[in-house]
């Protein structure tokens, strides 16, 4: 039933485009160009967004699994985020599936602020959308615009303050103490970070956080151009959280394969079967939680 919903919901999209002034020949005029769009515009605005999805009742492309989770945006469920002040928050990934990290979105509106984690609680933020300001109380206040980030180690005082309109993706996650090893805040930006060689593949990597053994953690960020994949069918301990910036493709997870565009939210198991192959006429980028330099006890 489910995909004759499905079947039925696409057909009758033919039917509206075909009778369009804009059919699916003509070209999107300068204003409708992607190119005239902000970076990363598709996360919050999908290419089949909750509104596509409003005559199919009950429908939802998200799914949850023991060893992984789909989650897209029309199952984006918003309340306001605990100890933030004017922002609304959607929890895509917590411990409550299995992981031992929390990933979720903060849409900050005007006159807003964030609180604190908890003790011993590390956090990153990733700006999406607008922009943010990042005080503490050791330096000068620093601007964080899209493709933007700051990475805040456990027990540090911090705020991030917006004053008209933002959306970040935040990940935080309890501290695993490694000797005397000790995190220190780190703010960037993506194209601020060189390309890593990566043997034996064809997309382009970055990461966010130093390789050194204080962090516990690393964000990737992954570039793929159209009908490039991943070459390694990956099998690991790592646990992962995804969220994808552009593009669209095909994620195998496990024996499931789900066709995914920017917007969705992906979150991998240790050791579940997963691999990527990027499709449409545009490059995919996905942002990528990784657990590293620890045991995997």
Known sequence: MRSLHLIVFIIISLVKASKSDDGFCSAPSIAESDESKPIYWKVTNPTLSPSHLQDLPGFTRSV????????????????????????????????????????????????SSSGLPSRDIERLVFVVEGAVTLANTSSSSITLTADSYAYLPPNFYHSVDCV????????????????????????????????????????????????????????????????????????????????????????????????????DVIWMAPFVPQWYAALGKTKSRYLLYKDVNRYPL
Not at 91 to 103: E, K, N
Not at 187 to 210: A, H, I, N, Y
Not at 230 to 244: D, I, R, T, W
Request: aromatic residues 12%.
């Open 164 to 263: 008209e309109s933002a959306t970040l993706v935040v990940f935080e996650r309890r501290y695993d103490h490694l000797g005397s090893h000790t995190t220190d805040l780190i703010v960037g930006s993506t194209d601020k970070q060189p390309l890593l060689e990566t043997p034996g593949e064809v997309f382009e990597l970055r990461k966010l956080l130093p390789v050194s053994l204080a962090y516990n953690f690393n964000i990737h960020i992954m570039d793929f151009q159209p009908g490039e994949f991943l070459n390694v069918k990956e099998v690991h301990y790592n646990q992962h959280g995804l969220l994808l910036l552009e593009g669209q493709g095909i994620y195998r997870l496990g024996d499931n394969w789900y066709p995914v565009q920017a917007g």
């Open 64 to 111: 949850y699994r023991r060893d992984h989770a789909l989650i897209t945006p029309e199952s984006h469920v918003y309340s306001p985020l605990p100890d933030w002040t004017n922002t609304l928050g959607a929890y895509l990934i917590t411990p409550a599936m299995g992981s031992h990290f929390v990933m979720y979105l903060a849409k900050m509106k005007e006159m």
